[in-house]
């Protein structure tokens, strides 16, 4: 390299060092609770080799256990909340190098509106804290906290916390002001999740779950709203428990010949108005992952119509149609 060019190259490492060190600490104080991770008296922390949530609402764990110790009879992992307290088994793996591995796989369940009632941790929202019980061949209990790992600045395709699929809590590992790790559990919030549409030759029909419902199903309603005009159109709305289906009226959202016009679908619930949205998803642009095709749709009047319906970055569905003719035409 010539020693011209060496200051610059020395100026870009440095700025390259300076916006990583931003970027990880602007990550620390994303994740870092202002509470401690301590109960009344403080224990002991020990560094867990992997403390995760998968597809929203499996936790994984994995802690280190040393053999200079008494070898442990059986292990628990406890998370509590003021006077709540749950526990799972943890698995004792032995490693090559005659250490142990103490490990979970347990599913997480909100307690509010879980349409899964099967196994796994039942949370309330709030904060958790994480608590090893070990137990040696005594009976005796040793009791360790897990220290918060550090949280790597991804931008990849996918998202580092997503909701969970069956209830839309979030179930998010943090980290305390001192150091501990801990999980929040954020309620579901009121919202019209996309379950999938069907592009179909003579219609459109939309399927989705409504989550923390606030009024009676039966009170809320369907529509698409033109973009920029202050105009909406209602669709017949038929439910399933908490789950709606309707048809997009394409008729009355499109004007005329090559006229293209661009619509929001939304629920509206007294005066709460719910874009209909995928949002119970780990991927981080919902436009660039779901594609979807233009499509002719023929209408019941002998009309034919162009529609595209896609996501919006947001994962909102939209819906941009414009009349483009009749049968006889075509």
């Known amino acids: 390299m010539s020693d011209s060019l060496l200051p610059y190259a020395v100026g870009a490492v440095k700025r390259a060092r300076t916006l990583a060190v931003r970027a990880r600490r602007k990550v620390e104080r994303m994740n870092t609770v202002p509470a401690l991770g301590t109960g009344i008296r403080p224990r002991p922390m020990i560094t867990p080799v992997h403390l995760s949530v998968l597809g929203g609402r499996t936790l994984n764990l994995a802690v280190p256990f040393s053999r ?19 526990s799972v088994d943890l698995a004792l793996e032995p490693e090559s190098d005659t250490s142990l591995l103490l490990t979970a796989t347990v599913p997480l369940r909100y307690t509010e509106g879980e349409n899964d009632t099967g196994r ?5 929202a709030g904060l958790w804290r994480f608590c090893v019980v070990v137990t040696d061949e005594g009976g005796r209990e040793t009791r360790s906290d897990l220290a918060a790992l ?29 150091g501990r790790a801990m999980l929040k559990v954020t309620a579901p919030a009121h919202q019209a999740e996309l379950v999938r549409f069907d592009l179909l030759w003579d219609r459109v029909t939309v399927h ?22 202050n105009k909406s159109v209602s669709a017949a709305l038929d ?4 789950n709606f289906t309707f048809d997009l009226p394409l008729r009355a959202m499109t004007d ?75």
Not at 277 to 301: E, G, N
């Open 239 to 242: 439910w399933d428990g908490d």
């Open 208 to 229: 989705g779950r409504l989550l923390a419902a606030r009024h009676p199903v039966t009170e809320y309603t369907a529509e698409v709203v033109r973009r920029g005009a």
């Open 68 to 86: 200079h110790t008494a070898g442990p009879s059986a292990a628990r992992l406890e998370l509590i909340h003021g006077n709540h307290r749950v």
């Open 120 to 124: 796994g941790l039942l949370l309330s």
């Open 150 to 178: 550090a949280f790597a600045a991804v931008h990849g395709p996918m998202l580092p916390t997503s909701p969970s699929e069956s209830s839309g809590a979030v179930f998010r590992p943090v980290r305390s002001v001192d």
């Open 256 to 330: 005329g010949p090559g006229v293209q016009r661009t619509w929001d679908v939304q629920l509206r619930g007294g005066r709460a108005k719910l874009k209909v949205a995928k949002r119970l998803t780990q991927v981080r642009h919902p436009k660039q992952v779901f594609r979807t095709p233009f499509r002719i749709i023929a209408l019941d009047d002998g009309s034919l119509t162009r529609a595209h319906v896609y996501l919006t970055p947001a994962g909102a569905l939209a819906v941009a149609c414009a009349a483009i003719g009749t049968n006889e035409d075509a």
